[in-house]
């Protein structure tokens, strides 16, 4: 029995008993510790200059006091990642090289860095923050990366990009410059959440990227908040665009998808814009003060669009098809702040449909020219038609709320 109870701590020992840890001050080249280091070894970073390139080749930590810089070359990446488990916390990391091809960046995870951490790092002024190069199970989270502004959007990486990468999650991360905030590609299982994003082309970018989630994440001041492209099954929830410049969220070709509890504010071209995106479900999201509340194109066909409200937009609805859509879904429609509705028995629903758009409307975007017509006989002839005979019309929504159903999100 004694001799079983030695060998059980033993075996418990092992795996720490020869894990060290490191103090390395500036100055001292970095990379032949770190090829030395052991499977568990922490390497700390004194406060100051450490010259990089480096490359993490073993399962450790490397991890900066407050003050460690890790300094690059202007070309390359600055830290690569290739173990599985090991982790980067704490430092600051800048000068990456300038190749898009190459994916320079602050602190690129190969393939083979299955589980490795990066956390609370500061990323400055490289071309990509973090690349996440395939990595299944990696986590990039707390980290602050702001990226170039000395060179033409084209020519930019993403703050933290991911290709490939299944179940990696992408939390709590404060992004500014560079051209997308988080992009994602072919990529499954992932999660976004908490991060904040602003001065970006699209804040969040997905591209086929199945059966994930984006959720609590703040866009701000960007062209376009949350671009949905060539994605299914994702869940879309509690997240904020706050004054982008196009569109809160662009979901094209996005299938399936439940988009919930968002909320869309002071925007600019289109809170939301659907385009060929189908069997989508979006409930109890609030669309508010843009040009467009939801522009909605012909071949998007069987979405769910109820319990949300549109307040303040110059154009609640911009739908350019001719096959009629209720918008509404078992009983219950949208909030609409233009709808001078009635509701004589207190069911909170309107006693009478809200038709956003007609026919002469369709007519009006497809041909700007003819607004020079709308004034006349013919068209307020269509128009009282129209109001007869309700089928005539493109859509509706048959049961409008009196009041929203949910609380602006937080931002």
């Known amino acids: 029995m004694v001799r079983h109870t030695v060998a059980l701590v033993l075996a418990l020992c092992a795996g720490t008993a020869f894990a060290a840890e490191h103090a390395v001050a500036p100055g001292t080249p970095v990379q032949p510790i770190l090829d030395a280091a052991a499977s568990g070894d922490v390497i700390r970073l004194e406060p100051g200059r450490h010259d990089g390139p480096l490359a993490i080749d073993a399962d450790l930590s490397l991890i900066g006091a407050e003050g460690a810089v890790v300094e690059g070359t202007d070309e390359g990446s600055v830290i690569t990642v290739s173990a599985p488990g090991a982790t980067v916390r704490g430092l600051t990391v800048r000068g990456s090289g300038t190749d898009i091809a190459e994916e320079d960046s602050g602190i690129f995870v190969a393939q083979t860095a299955t589980g490795a951490v990066i956390e609370d790092n500061r990323l400055e002024g490289n071309l990509f923050g973090i690349y996440l190069m395939g990595a299944p199970d990696a986590v990039a989270r707390g980290n602050t990366v702001i990226g170039m502004t000395d060179r033409p959007a084209a020519e930019l ?3 933290i990009s991911v290709w490939n990468a299944p179940g990696a999650v992408i939390e709590e991360n404060d992004i500014r410059f560079g051209r997308d905030g988080i992009f994602v590609n072919t990529s499954k299982d992932n ?21 994930s989630i984006v959720e609590g994440n703040v866009s701000t001041g960007n062209d376009v908040g949350f ?14 665009s706050d004054g982008d410049r196009d569109h809160g969220f662009l979901l094209n070709y996005a299938n399936y998808s439940d988009v919930r509890g968002n909320s869309v504010r002071d925007g600019g071209e289109k809170c939301v814009f659907i385009y060929n995106a189908n069997f989508n479900e979006l409930r109890r999201n609030s669309f508010e003060g843009c040009e467009i509340g939801i522009h909605f194109t012909a071949g998007s066909e069987d979405n769910t669009i109820s319990g949300n409200a549109f307040v303040g937009n110059r154009t609640q609805v911009k739908y350019v098809g001719t096959k009629f859509v209720d918008w ?13 509705a009635f509701d004589l028995d207190g069911d909170g629903i309107a006693d ?8 002469i409307d369709q007519v009006l975007w497809r041909n700007p020219m003819a607004k020079v017509l709308v004034t006349s006989p013919a068209v307020q002839t269509i128009r009282w038609a129209q109001s007869q005979l309700p089928a005539l019309q493109p859509g509706g929504d048959s049961a409008p709320l009196m009041h929203p159903l949910m609380e602006p999100a937080d931002g």
């Not at 999660?191 to 059966?211: P, S």
């Not at 671009?227 to 904020?240: E, I, P, T, W």
């Not at 509404?328 to 001078?340: M, V």
Request: glycine residues 6%; charged residues 20%; proline residues 3%.
């Open 157 to 159: 990486g993403s703050g």
């Open 191 to 211: 999660v976004f959440r908490n991060n904040r994003m602003r001065d970006l082309r699209f804040a969040v970018h997905y591209m086929y990227t199945n059966d």
């Open 227 to 240: 671009a949905l492209m060539f994605s299914h099954r994702l869940q879309v929830h509690d997240n904020v």
């Open 328 to 340: 509404s879904a078992e009983g219950q429609g949208n909030y609409w702040s233009d709808n001078a």
């Open 352 to 359: 009478q449909p809200y038709r956003p758009n007609d026919v």
